[in-house]
């Protein structure tokens, strides 16, 4: 039977157990000194703790038993030879509770934990898997194979743990909350990738986050990234259910799908990032697809929203689509970049490009609400520009979106099919190099001129549009009611046989060939004059710009028929906030 040394023995001798049937062994706390071969030759079983006041154990104390595990304290001076059967797990807990299994040579202890790890260069330890010994030994492992609540080791065998390796706990089956320690610098690649882990806390000196570590899980809420994180990695948090992401002040690289949400894949979790989010000024890039197909309403560069001291430089395909931005967004000086697809189907209502912005992508801000510039707030007009630093703008740019007048910079050189299609453009300034076709067909603009007309004809119809919007048409004109026939070679437009020529038609139009403009709404004010040249509105057109004069507009003041226009009240049409043009 069992044995039960009393706390008053400080000291059992030599073979004094030796050789007998005992099953259980239980020392009391004052035994200092167990001598050799003292319970050697029994049938002790099951786990025996040695206590802390014990500082020698003799050779062959332990040996020729059926102990399981042995837990010591690290205060024991000596251990002799086979003081303990090959098969029996030596345990040490030290006083800040880690165990320790005592090696082969009775001097050197390995810390018992749960995890599996390497050791680095610098003597430092990366976690590389999950075995749960620890659990094993104190009995407090999973009955139903799920991994709780996991607070990842700070430090290993007295080292610190600075990595979690690539591959480290994909597919465990694990849940709840995952706490990363302070000294842990580098996640490694799908460490975390396809459990059910519900929240995140990452220590704050994180630095890289792998590719796919913390992907397909159950993340909610808030997403805090350490200010400590310089890169996050291709699709890091895809296809949880993010509902917010809080960016820590040095990341520098965000990886393509780092927090999208894939509508291709069937049956997997969703981010639903919604409120504002804010790139910090260190970013450099944010990748491909990186925000897609969340709900973010609001979008902000830079700390305060200035972007004085941004860095981004390229906005990736697909970077912002599909979500919900609305407001203002105002692209940093920094960014030469926005690529396809980086914030269509959005609600953007101002938007103001950076002056160093040269490549605008095919369909990079289609299908949002875009009125003008963000920096016309309060303005009287909505102009809208695309500065002289762009080179280049995509087929569908800037489709269907609310673009009422358009100004485009002296630098561009192409601008695709359909680049402004679909908006509302009235007015064209441009400056540009380029001798695009079909950028601007179906307007759903009101344009308003005036042309003489005759009993029969309205004259120089195609002269007249030109004025008013900017633009340079080609001979041949499309007015859709068909009652109308338009002649090319006189610019003419006949009316219908036998009909009484109005003060004022309304028309839709559309052209083929340069810029191919057209608008469903065109109002043509006639002047019935039957000698001479008729009496047109008296017209003169303002220039005005922003007081640093980067923005520059205009507009088209029209008098009276037949009377000279006062030119001292130009000024006095000038919106607010700008200034006559030189």
């Known amino acids: 039977g069992p044995v039960v040394v009393p706390d008053l023995v400080t000291s059992i001798g030599t073979r004094a157990f030796t050789n007998n049937q005992i099953n259980g062994l239980i020392l009391g706390k004052s035994v200092g000194i167990i001598g050799e071969d003292a319970f050697s030759g029994n049938q002790i079983s099951g786990t025996v703790t040695i206590p802390a006041s014990v500082t020698s154990i003799g050779m062959n104390a332990f040996a020729n038993n059926h102990i399981n595990a042995v837990a010591l304290s690290q205060k024991l001076d000596t251990i002799g030879q086979n003081a303990f059967d090959p098969k029996t797990t030596v345990i040490a807990k030290d006083a800040d509770g880690n165990y320790w299994t005592l090696g082969a040579d009775l001097k050197t202890y390995t810390q018992l934990t749960d995890y599996t790890y390497t050791q680095n260069s610098d003597g430092t330890y990366t976690i590389t898997g999950y075995n749960g010994n620890l659990q094993n030994y104190l009995g407090t492992e999973s009955q139903d194979g799920r991994l709780n609540y996991l607070t990842l080791p700070s430090t290993y065998n007295g080292k610190k743990v600075t990595g979690i390796g690539a591959y480290a706990f994909s597919d465990k089956n694990i849940t709840g909350t995952i706490t990363i320690p302070d000294t842990v610098t580098s996640i490694g690649q799908d460490a975390f990738t396809k459990n059910t882990i519900s929240s995140v806390v990452l220590g704050n000196n994180v630095k890289t986050i792998g590719q796919d570590a913390f992907s397909v899980n159950r993340i909610s809420d808030t997403v805090t990234i350490p200010d400590s994180v310089i890169s996050i990695g291709v699709r890091a948090f895809a296809e949880n259910w993010i509902s917010g992401v809080k960016l820590g002040n040095h990341v520098q690289i965000i990886g393509n799908d780092a927090f999208a949400h894939d509508t291709s894949l069937p049956n997997t979790s969703h981010n639903q990032i919604s409120g504002t989010v804010e790139i910090p000024d260190p970013v450099i890039s944010i990748g491909a697809r990186a925000f897609a197909n969340n709900q973010i309403d609001q979008l902000q560069f830079g700390d305060t929203g200035s972007d004085s001291n941004s860095k981004v430089a390229a906005i990736g395909v697909d970077a912002f689509s599909g979500n919900q931005i609305g407001g203002r967004v105002i692209i940093p000086d920094s960014v030469k970049l926005i690529d396809?697809?980086?914030?269509?189907?959005?609600?953007?209502?101002?938007?103001?490009?950076?002056?160093?912005?040269?490549?605008?992508?095919?369909?990079?801000?289609?299908?949002?609400?875009?009125?003008?510039?963000?920096?016309?707030?309060?303005?009287?007009?909505?102009?809208?520009?695309?500065?002289?630093?762009?080179?280049?703008?995509?087929?569908?740019?800037?489709?269907?979106?609310?673009?009422?007048?358009?100004?485009?910079?002296?630098?561009?050189?192409?601008?695709?099919?359909?680049?402004?299609?679909?908006?509302?453009?009235?007015?064209?300034?441009?400056?540009?190099?380029?001798?695009?076709?079909?950028?601007?067909?179906?307007?759903?603009a009101l344009v308003t001129v005036n042309a003489h007309a005759t009993a029969t004809q309205i004259e120089n119809i195609r002269a007249a549009i030109e004025d008013a919007v900017g633009v340079t048409l080609p001979d041949n004109l499309t007015f859709v009611d068909s009652q109308w026939q338009y002649d090319p070679q006189t610019d003419t437009l006949t009316i219908p046989s036998g009909g009484t020529m109005p003060n004022q038609v309304t028309l839709q139009f559309s052209s083929a060939g340069y810029s191919y403009y057209g608008t469903n709404n065109l109002v043509v004010n006639l002047d019935h004059s039957s000698t001479g040249q008729p009496d047109f509105a008296t017209t003169t057109t303002v220039n005005y710009e922003t007081p640093d004069g980067v923005v520059q507009g205009s507009m088209t003041l029209i008098g009276m028929p037949g009377e000279a226009f006062d030119s001292n009240r130009v000024a006095t049409h000038v919106p607010t906030g700008w200034q006559l043009a030189n």
């Open 340 to 444: 396809m697809n980086a914030f269509t189907n959005n609600y953007i209502e101002k938007l103001t490009l950076g002056q160093n912005v040269q490549t605008i992508g095919e369909n990079a801000f289609a299908n949002n609400k875009i009125v003008s510039d963000a920096s016309t707030d309060g303005a009287t007009t909505e102009l809208f520009t695309v500065p002289d630093s762009v080179t280049s703008i995509g087929t569908h740019a800037f489709f269907q979106n609310q673009i009422s007048e358009l100004y485009l910079g002296t630098g561009i050189h192409t601008i695709g099919d359909y680049a402004f299609a679909q908006n509302k453009i009235s007015k064209v300034t441009n400056k540009s190099k380029s001798d695009a076709t079909d950028y601007l067909s179906d307007q759903q």
